[in-house]
């Protein structure tokens, strides 16, 4: 499995490359802005995948040289393949504008990136350098993926013409708030991972700034929206990084 890690982190990068050139079909960008939305995020927020596939790259190396395995590393390697399988199909399904496909697998692969970094997250007994390796890339894979499902649900729901143009506004803020109660536990599960957290409030930003300059119906209010969630996001996580802090303080503390 160590091997199939890193063979399939070293595939994504490639099949995105293979997606830019447009040897898979239109790129992302073109098919977002035929199907236009309250939930898209500004252009400049998706190069936030360069980051990712590097650090997954490097997590893909570090499972692999790893001379020992911990059981969590154990359980959390055949999700992290998956993970990494699905993120790179959903690139040529979604050039190829098979929506249906596409929403299918952009959740499971958050559901897969999501389980592995839990386990990790909360690993007892972590191996040296498991928290920069391991856990980090696939908290912030996890984190980007949690907001970019929500985005591509809504561009199916748009495609597919579920809703009239006159409940845009409706459904999106449904949406919006179905997303902001994922992060919420997927951060209280992660215990407040800082890059978990940044992620998800890197693509919030970047749907407000696409949001406030927007001239679809009920734009402002989708703006402001997402900077709500984004402020609550970075509050509850302040507050699971102190509690968990305090906690570790507690049980550091010698016995009288």
Do not use: K
């Not at 590097?54 to 998956?82: C, H, I, K, N």
């Not at 690993?123 to 856990?135: F, I, K, N, V, Y």
């Not at 978990?196 to 409030?201: C, E, G, R, V």
């Not at 700034?209 to 001239?215: G, K, N, T, Y």
């Amino acid at each position: 499995m160590r091997v199939a890690v890193i063979v399939l982190a070293l595939l994504m990068p490639l099949i995105a490359w293979l997606s830019s050139t447009g040897a898979l079909g239109p790129d992302n960008g073109t098919i977002s802005d035929r199907y236009p939305t309250l939930l898209v995020a500004a252009g400049y927020a998706f190069s936030i995948w360069g980051l990712i596939f590097a650090w997954d790259v490097a997590f893909g190396v570090w499972q692999w040289r790893a001379r020992a395995a911990s059981r969590a590393l154990e359980r959390a390697r055949p999700l992290a393949a998956a993970g990494f399988a699905l993120t790179a199909l959903w690139m040529p399904v979604f050039s190829q504008q098979w929506f249906g496909v596409a929403l299918l697998v952009i959740w499971g692969a958050l559901a897969c990136i999501a389980a592995a970094a839990i386990i990790l997250a909360r690993d007892p007994s972590p191996l040296r350098g498991q928290g920069l390796w391991a856990t980090s890339p696939l908290a912030l894979h996890a984190g980007w993926l949690s907001l970019a499902a929500f985005l591509n649900t809504a561009q199916v729901l748009v495609a597919y013409e579920v809703f009239d143009g006159r409940s845009l506004l409706g459904w999106s803020l449904a949406l919006f708030a179905a997303a902001a109660v994922l992060l919420m536990v997927l951060n209280q599960r992660l215990r407040g991972h800082p890059a978990f957290a940044a992620a998800a409030l890197w693509g919030l930003a970047a749907v407000y700034l696409r949001q406030s300059r927007s001239d679809l119906p009920g734009a402002d209010t989708a703006a402001w929206v997402a900077m709500a969630i984004a402020i609550a996001l970075a509050g509850h996580t302040a507050w699971l990084l102190w509690q968990h802090r305090a906690h570790r303080r507690v049980g550091a503390t010698p016995g009288l």
